[in-house]
């Protein structure tokens, strides 16, 4: 089960916790009465381990499946620091390994959950998260799988946190990995500044499935823009980029986003938005066609970059 941690790098991963975890969901947002949900969230929900003090590895066991994570060296993926690497057993036998990404530090931050995901398979899945250091990135996300009659790794990808994603949304006993759209951070304001709507991922057959707009999950949606909401300053509700990006999104989850960009545009005050150069089709504008490159004022550049990220408006 969960094993404590050497006491410099729970120093550390508090800090990335309390930064990146809040930060990444809704970093401008957080206010003094959330802060009992977000120590809450830090608890794994799902059998997990970690790095003991002093130890080079942890494991944890449900029923015949064990995930043990140790440090190694492995000098194709980083010749001064240990990776901390996965390695899967059932029944004693081992049926799976795979390298997370280095921190860059004597300290490699990791660790892994035993978690039901797919229930087409005979065994739960191993969830291995490993963190790369850094202000505001990245978690690594893999995960192992039964896939007939062998373990495949399923690479689910890199998220700004501290990797708890593990979560149940709906209650039908199967986790999902729950996080954040990272596209919204930096991309209207600054970091600090900014709000992203939920996404939502699970694996099936050794593929990652992207959950984020099955309608079971409304419920989900609703209660976290019920957070933006309430946690936003209504001073700040109509000024603040950041805030509305990741506010209209959230709408457009549960079916509201028309009318939130009509609230938008409404309230927005657009005698004071000289607009900004932005490619219309889409991609860096530094890179993007001279014909393509466009002077947009935040409403706009808001609808053109949600319906090129697949938000229905």
């Not at 079971?216 to 609703?222: D, L, N, T, Y």
């Not at 909401?229 to 986003?257: C, H, I, M, Y």
């Amino acid at each position: 089960m969960s094993a404590k941690l050497p006491a410099s790098r729970a120093v550390l991963l508090l800090a990335s916790a309390v930064l990146l975890s809040l930060a990444a969901a809704m970093p401008a947002l957080a206010q003094a009465d959330d802060q009992q949900d977000d120590q809450d969230q830090d608890v794994p929900k799902y059998p997990t381990t970690e790095f003991a003090e002093g130890a080079k590895s942890a494991s944890v066991t449900v029923g015949d499946v064990t995930a043990g994570v140790t440090e190694e060296r492995r000098k194709e993926i980083d010749p001064s620091f240990d990776v901390p690497v996965l390695e899967v057993s059932v029944g004693g036998k081992r049926v799976f390994e795979v390298a997370g990404i280095s921190s860059g530090s004597d300290m490699p931050a990791a660790g892994a959950s035993i978690a039901e995901m797919d229930p087409g398979n005979q065994h739960a899945e191993v969830y291995f998260a490993s963190y790369s250091g850094g202000a505001h990135c990245c978690t690594k996300v893999i995960v192992a799988e039964e896939v007939g009659s062998k373990w495949v790794s399923v690479d689910v990808g890199d998220f700004d946190g501290d990797g708890n994603y593990l979560d149940d949304l709906d209650g039908d006993g199967l986790a999902e990995i729950v996080t954040v759209d990272n596209r919204f951070l930096y991309q209207f304001d600054c970091y600090a500044c900014s709000a992203a709507p939920l996404v939502i991922y699970t694996v099936r057959g050794g593929k990652v499935v992207d959950e984020t707009a099955d309608p079971k999950f409304i419920p989900a949606h609703r209660d976290w823009l019920k957070r933006m909401e309430a946690d936003t300053d209504p001073e700040d509700r109509w000024t603040s980029p950041g805030f509305l990006a990741g506010w209209v999104a959230a709408k457009a989850r549960v079916g509201e986003g028309a009318d939130a960009m009509k609230q938008l545009r409404d309230h927005w005050d657009s005698t004071s938005d000289v607009g900004e150069e932005v490619c219309s089709t889409g991609g860096d504008v530094q890179s993007c066609a001279k014909k393509n490159r466009v002077i947009m004022k935040f409403p706009d550049r808001l609808q053109l970059f949600l319906q090129q990220a697949g938000y229905p408006l």
